[in-house]
């Protein structure tokens, strides 16, 4: 079956460490998004690739980093320098670099905490 | 800079009702969508409906837009306890740029009690 799959499901950080979480897609979707939600909030755009080695900053890039070598994966680095780093973290992916008429497919996400 | 606003927040009813979440957002769009999300999972998409659309019927589910007042209302009939969940719109322009994105409103928390 094609999806996303994120990874993993918790994640713990402790002060001044980098975590990586993982997102790969099986879809061939060209375009590919990293969200941060917090409780009761919507999603905020963190970082978005629409094509491989080609990636922008969303509204809150600050204290992330991506990277995007190959189509069918799409990690986020949550580094040091993110000092609320708690959240609900969603990948997502559509077919269409311009995102029109196209709906974007989730993964399950990842809970990021802090220790 | 989310562009979609849903209304109400919070919603609560009884099996068998209907449910009617709406969304307003600020700039001209090509697209509207709406998102399912189960409590601690990631979002499905719903139903897309494109500008030039009025109404847009998926089952249980009739998503109408009036780009006149920029405003979209999901509809859920005969609501079910498995509809408990979040609900948010999408659009995919904001301030007259389309950069490849969506912009999510902070969605409505639809509770249906059996």
């Known amino acids: 079956d094609g999806g996303i799959t994120q990874s993993p499901k918790y994640l713990f950080r402790k002060e001044g460490q980098n975590v990586t979480l993982s997102c790969e897609q099986n879809?061939?979707?060209?375009?590919m998004y990293w969200y941060r939600q917090d409780p009761g909030q919507g999603l905020r755009l963190i970082y978005y690739s629409q094509i491989v080695n080609d990636f922008q900053k969303g509204d809150i890039a600050e204290g992330y980093s991506v990277s995007r070598e190959k189509k069918e994966s799409f990690p986020l680095t949550v580094t040091s320098a993110q000092k609320n780093p708690t959240a609900f973290y969603l990948c997502a992916s559509s077919t269409s670099r311009t995102v029109l008429n196209q709906p974007q497919h989730f993964g399950d996400g990842t809970r990021l905490s802090i220790l | 800079s989310q562009q979609g606003e849903e209304d109400p927040q919070a919603l609560s009813i009884q099996e068998g009702e209907n449910a009617t979440m709406n969304c307003s957002y600020k700039?001209?769009?090509?697209?509207l969508q709406w998102y399912r999300q189960n409590s601690g999972r990631g979002l499905v998409h719903l139903i897309l409906?494109?500008?030039?659309?009025r109404e847009k019927h998926s089952g249980r589910l009739r998503v109408t837009l009036d780009t006149s007042k920029k405003s979209s209302s999901l509809l859920i009939t005969a609501s079910r306890a498995a509809d408990t969940a979040s609900y948010f719109c999408a659009t995919d322009r904001f301030r007259g740029s389309t950069l490849g994105r969506l912009y999510f409103g902070r969605g409505t928390q639809l509770t249906v009690w059996p």
């Open positions: 409906i494109r500008s030039n659309e």
């Open positions: 879809l061939n979707h060209d375009a």
């Open positions: 700039t001209s769009i090509n697209n």
